[in-house]
């Protein structure tokens, strides 16, 4: 289905699903950045903020073993991995309780990219104060837009969920703070664990390719609702913003039916 620049692609089956993601993740991370970066000497990361919870997690494992065994030489274009440079998109606030985090999902899906050194994942801080957390967070983003990029915060890919409620990232209604820099949020979610940090709006829709990645059951309604004239979900309103501010905009649903 195309919607105007939102492209919904539905497939049938997890390994169908699965492998169109990842070849797309693979012509963005093979893409102008790797190119741009043959002969660098301080080439530039590929960033990507990555959706958390439990629907991504065989996709990651998955991703993981196909850029590890990445062969520039197989690639057409024979571009080389750029490092990559991902954190997650949002955080559960659960101080000394790694197994609620999306940040320990993500070192445990993409290990080996880790071990290879292929990848940098950046760690929401683990404060005992939600606004510390944010507010450290923004801080580290901010840090290495300035070191990485010439034009501020961006990112080259996001990855997004979507809630049954229409929900996407950590974005439940009005943050309770947003960081100083604009990047992070904490959000007051209604169910355990109820504080999220997440990036704002404005921090995902910087991304030059958007993405996403949901399951069909049980998402109907929200999903009728990225395609509205006036959506009233969180995910559809912020998908109408970023086609509407972004005339390059470069967005998919992938859906698994």
């Known amino acids: 289905m195309n919607s105007g620049r939102l492209h919904i692609q539905e497939l049938y089956g997890h390994a169908n699903w699965?492998?169109?993601?990842?070849?797309?993740?693979?012509?963005?991370?093979?893409g102008d950045k790797a190119e741009k970066n043959q002969g660098?000497?301080?080439?530039?990361?590929?960033?990507?903020?990555?959706?958390?919870?439990?629907?991504?997690?065989?996709?990651y494992q998955q991703l993981a073993q196909v850029l590890a065994g990445y062969n520039a030489a197989r690639n057409p274009a024979g571009a080389a991995l750029p490092p990559i440079l991902g954190f997650a998109g949002d955080e559960r606030h659960t101080p000394g309780q790694p197994q609620w985090r999306n940040g320990q999902m993500l070192r445990d899906a993409f290990a080996?990219?880790?071990?290879?050194?292929?990848l940098q994942l950046l760690d929401w801080p683990d404060s005992a104060s939600a606004t510390t957390a944010c507010s450290e967070m923004a801080e580290k983003l901010g840090t290495l837009a300035t070191k990485h990029t010439d034009s501020g915060f961006g990112l080259d890919l996001c990855y997004l969920g979507l809630g049954a409620d229409g929900h996407t990232a950590g974005i439940f209604g009005q943050p309770l703070l947003v960081a100083a820099n604009g990047l992070c949020a904490l959000?007051?979610?209604?169910d355990h664990p109820h504080q999220r940090l997440s990036l704002t709006p404005d921090a995902l829709l910087s991304a030059k390719s958007l993405r996403l990645l949901v399951?069909?059951?049980g998402k109907e309604t929200a999903l009728a609702?990225?395609?509205?004239?006036?959506?009233k979900t969180t995910a559809g309103k912020l998908l109408q913003r970023y086609l509407a501010g972004n005339p390059a905009a470069d967005c998919i649903v992938f859906l698994s039916a």
């Open 18 to 30: 699965s492998q169109a993601v990842i070849n797309d993740a693979l012509r963005l991370i093979t």
């Open 40 to 59: 660098a000497a301080a080439p530039l990361p590929f960033s990507i903020a990555f959706a958390g919870g439990k629907t991504p997690v065989p996709l």
């Open 225 to 231: 609702d990225l395609t509205a004239e006036t959506p």
């Open 187 to 190: 959000y007051q979610a209604p």
């Open 112 to 118: 080996m990219l880790l071990e290879k050194q292929q």
């Open 215 to 217: 399951q069909k059951s």
